[in-house]
């Protein structure tokens, strides 16, 4: 595969598996590439909430709104620029603020094999 | 590991290693986390050139100013909230522009220990 260049507007957003709300995901590389890691971005509507456990390490990077992700260590709560990680086994819940927001992310390996 | 939030003041950012330009890199988790991945930030001077051969899959997330890389696969430019996805093996010439640049990267696996 060749460097590529990605913005959101490449991105298919689709509602993320297993919720009804306003939370979209889009893959832009994955295990369709034969790329070890999954790339992607994320769009959360206005105070959205995601409970999830999470099945692969997961870096989202804020590039807009506020997100706060609760665990057992505690919440964390991140705005643009700023970096969340969400290793592998973690049981959380994410919420976005009033703005919703818009992340970029990695996984390893591929959230969606693992999700089954 | 708990979920962790980090923000660019968080890294303790140091030369690139191999290049003496205006190019800093500060990793936040790496393989003395225990983790697969390698997450950190970058900051690139105004008008900086780095030429390296990827020895790892690297994501950067664009978070503030512009890089071009330049590949055998031609040349991509991107700015802030875009992502450039540099697959390992390739051969890449990253030039900063006038208002340098700030990344977050995610690599795997990690590119302090493929770097030797």
Redesign the interface.
């Known amino acids: 595969?060749?460097?590529?260049?990605?913005?959101?507007a490449d991105a298919a957003l689709e509602r993320s598996p297993g919720q009804d709300g306003d939370i979209f995901v889009g893959n832009?590389?994955d295990q369709r590439h034969g790329?070890?890691?999954t790339?992607g971005y994320g769009r959360y509507g206005p105070d959205q909430v995601l409970e999830e456990t999470i099945v692969v390490?997961d870096?989202m990077?804020m590039?807009?709104g506020r997100l706060s992700?609760s665990?057992?260590?505690?919440t964390?709560?991140?705005g643009?620029?700023?970096?969340?990680?969400?290793?592998k086994g973690?049981k959380?819940t994410i919420r976005s603020h009033a703005q919703g927001a818009?992340t970029?992310y990695?996984t390893?390996p591929h959230w969606r094999d693992a999700r089954g």
Do not use: C, H, W
């Open positions: 595969m060749n460097v590529r260049k990605f913005a959101v832009l590389v790329a070890p890691i790339i390490d870096v990077v590039l807009e992700v665990s057992d260590g505690g964390v709560t991140a643009p620029g700023e970096i969340v990680y969400l290793p973690q959380v818009l970029a990695v390893y």
